[in-house]
């Protein structure tokens, strides 16, 4: 079976979907693999790597996927890219959840087997292959790092001979996987850290990394289905809101991650919040790509209000390519070894974890594959 992982080309990607050492596994259990060139140097892989680890090289995303019966992708590939993998291989990587009708039609189009890791459902056996955790941890820890390297502040307690310094303050909003990978960072980084999160489950978490955590009298208002969040009324988003105002003073930094699957992400704080911390702070909002959990925040941009400055970043795990790189390819590694063992393809919509992630097959849409009795 041959694999094929082409160079991304969306704007700001540096990830690389295999990396030489997880070519090398699937090398040594039968697979053929082709890398296009170039296509992990942004993550510190070279060509001759990926020769030693087994591969062959070639030029041009046509190329190199060319006889391919399996396609390794970070993002979404172009209609021309699409056009150009061979009729009914498989393609695997971040390719959204379906909503992109015309892309479906591609898929389809072409009776490819399409399995994005957005879809993968979060069950405990999936875990290896989770790569919205791995992406998640990336970018948890680089938004503290964009956050201490905007702030004027230290984050931990310094003693000097020119007098004390205080830690900085930071407070992160929302403790999933990404916010709590923020507050290990900014804990490592000396800073006294709070947090807090709509779902009670996570207080314990939360103090195991040594933050405190700001409880809200919500209850269980908003644990959702599947251990995520579900939408609040608008009082209790009020009440949260007002929460969280009244910490602002006395913050220097806020982490935000406050998200809820297939919904806009919750708004945390409004523009009257922003103007109550003080001249200097920073507000990391990783939230910015469905919508913010700042009413002021500019995708993609970062810009100062109120004297505050407020990061919108995009796709921030790409900007940690070599780690993000080695914990994608691991993820991507599993879900091959899921559908093909020993390079032999074995789709089974009979199995959670195929069926959940899977986009189209075979020309078909997800819906139209049902749960027993298709096997390829
Ligand atoms: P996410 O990105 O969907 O949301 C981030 C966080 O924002 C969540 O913790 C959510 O509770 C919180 N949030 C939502 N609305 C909020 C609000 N108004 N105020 C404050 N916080 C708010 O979440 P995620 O990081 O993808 O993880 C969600 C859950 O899934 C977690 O419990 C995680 O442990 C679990 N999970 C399970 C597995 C698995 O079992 N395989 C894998 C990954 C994650």
């Given at each position: 079976m041959r694999l094929a992982i082409p160079r991304e080309t969306a704007p700001r990607e540096q990830r690389v979907s295999l990396t030489p050492d997880t070519v090398a596994k699937l090398v040594k259990s039968g697979f053929q693999a082709v890398v296009e060139a170039g296509a992990g140097i942004a993550a510190g892989h070279t060509d001759e790597a990926y020769q030693k680890a087994g591969a062959t090289v070639s030029n041009g995303f046509a190329a190199c996927v060319s006889g391919a019966q399996a396609v390794f992708k970070v993002r979404e590939p172009s209609a021309d890219e699409v056009a150009a993998i061979p009729e009914g291989a498989l393609l695997l990587g971040?390719?959204?959840?379906?909503?992109d009708a015309e892309q479906m039609a591609r898929y389809r189009a072409r009776r490819l087997g399409v399995f994005s890791l957005n879809a993968l459902p979060r069950i405990s056996r999936a875990q290896k292959m989770d790569a919205l955790s791995s992406m998640a941890a990336c970018a948890g820890y680089k938004a503290v790092l964009l956050a201490a390297n905007s702030s004027g502040k230290f984050f931990p307690l310094m003693m000097t001979a020119a007098g004390t310094v205080a830690p900085s303050r930071v407070f992160v909003l929302g403790a999933g996987v990404a916010g709590l990978q923020a507050i290990a960072t900014a804990r490592r980084l000396g800073a006294v850290v709070e947090a807090f999160d709509?779902?009670?489950?996570v207080k314990e978490e939360v103090q195991s990394l040594g933050a405190a955590f700001v409880d809200?009298?919500?209850?269980?208002?908003?644990v959702g289905a599947g251990g995520y969040a579900k939408e609040l009324d608008e009082q209790r988003n009020e009440q949260i809101r007002q929460t969280i105002a009244g910490r602002l003073a006395n913050t220097d930094v806020v982490i935000s991650t406050a998200s809820i699957p297939?919904?806009?992400?919750?708004?945390?704080?409004?523009a009257a919040s922003v103007a109550l911390m003080k001249p200097g702070s920073v507000i990391v909002d990783l939230a910015a790509e469905s919508g913010g959990n700042c009413a002021l925040t500019k995708p993609g941009a970062i810009i100062v209000e109120h004297h505050v400055s407020i990061h919108g970043p995009l796709d921030i795990a790409a900007t940690l390519p070599t780690h993000a790189s080695q914990m994608y390819a691991r993820n991507l590694y599993e879900l091959i070894v899921h559908l093909a063992k020993d390079a032999k393809l074995n789709v089974d919509f009979a199995d959670e974890i195929t069926r959940g992630c899977c986009l189209t097959y075979e020309g078909r849409a997800a819906n139209e594959l049902t749960a027993v009795g298709k096997t390829a």
């Open positions: 971040l390719l959204g959840r379906g909503e709509v779902r009670p489950a809200m009298p919500i209850g269980d208002a908003g297939g919904k806009r992400a919750p708004l945390l704080l409004p």
